[in-house]
């Protein structure tokens, strides 16, 4: 299931989240501290992004807008407008330097490559690099040769904060201006040393308005306080984003997948017929009404999003 909200309105402060002590805490420097992210929905508009895709995972386009059916929570909402715009895209790559990954680094790399082949001039590019600890290795920038000259040094070693990686990137990629936005996260799935849990960053994704992706490699997870799979899974398909298991292909084959899954999508907007700006999670669920004719279609979509309370 796909999709991402996003609404029009400012953006409030968002509630605090404690972050999670460890059995031997350090102190926490400005290098290594982990920020929140400051996000709402407001539910004036919401906006809802809509991946539809045949049997063969091809994107399916020139539908309508009568070709859609939307609910809040369980009740149909009237549709705006349906679009379909290949507007500029923020991304993040969320990349795993830890010690599991091992001889997978190389494969990630080229991997993480192929997503800069695609970028358009106006698209933004940022890196978020995890192993013992998460770092913000390139800021929001233009320049995708930047973060593939940081690749290149990278090396594996350490344990997995996975989740202070996803948190991370969820800080950074809120500074931008774009509509689209999206992280792309490569990893083993592993979790062993962050400071926030499962939990936290779940209920932060909750505000956010950006897409996650996950490339799987899943390997044998030693050490890890969670199922690397599951966890992966979780985390993406609350945003409406997807998770490809690599299963013995390659890795890079599978970031032009995401790409155009990222530049073929619909916007559903509506206005909820509740307007009450109640701060509680809003269920929502979008059905296909396809052309007569068309074989089976598949349809993704963010399951739920947090509504504003002022």
């Known amino acids: 299931m796909a999709i991402a909200v996003a609404c029009l309105g400012l953006l409030a402060q968002s509630p605090n989240i404690e972050q999670r002590a460890k059995p031997k805490p350090k102190q926490e420097t400005k290098t290594d501290a982990v920020p929140r992210p400051d996000l709402r929905v407001d539910t004036t508009v919401v906006l809802i992004p809509v991946e539809v895709s045949d049997s063969l995972n091809r994107p399916v386009s020139g539908l309508e807008k009568e070709n859609f059916r939307i609910y809040d929570d369980k009740v149909e909402q009237k549709i705006l407008n349906v679009s379909m715009e290949d507007d500029p895209i923020a991304m993040g790559l969320i990349f795993d330097t ?14 993480a490559r192929e997503f800069f082949k695609h970028a358009g001039a106006e698209d933004e590019f940022f890196l978020v690099q995890f192993d013992s600890e998460a770092r913000l290795v390139v800021p929001l920038t233009r320049n995708a040769n930047e973060i593939d000259y940081q690749l290149a040094f ?41 400071r926030y849990t499962q939990t936290e960053v779940k209920n932060a994704l909750r505000e956010t308005d950006t897409l996650i992706y996950a490339i799987g490699l899943y390997g044998s997870g030693a050490g890890s306080e969670y199922d ?34 990222l530049r073929n999508r619909y916007v559903i907007s509506y206005s909820p017929t509740n307007a009450t700006r109640d ?32």
């Open 279 to 310: 701060g509680k999670l809003h269920r929502v669920e979008v059905k296909l009404v396809p052309p007569k004719g068309l074989p089976p279609l598949h349809v993704h979509w963010r399951t739920q999003y947090l509504a504003s309370t002022d």
């Open 154 to 194: 990278s090396k594996s070693k350490g344990s997995t904060a996975l989740l202070d990686g996803v948190y991370l990137g969820m800080h950074e990629i809120r500074k931008s201006q774009k509509s689209r936005k999206a992280m792309v996260l490569i990893s083993d799935g592993g979790e062993n040393n962050s």
């Open 98 to 111: 830890s010690g599991s990954m091992g001889d997978d680094l190389r494969g990630s790399r080229e991997a």
């Open 228 to 261: 690397g799979p599951q966890l992966m899974k979780s985390l993406v398909e609350q945003t409406g984003g997807r998770v490809f298991p690599i299963n013995g292909m390659r890795i890079a084959d599978f970031a032009d997948k995401i790409i155009t899954d």
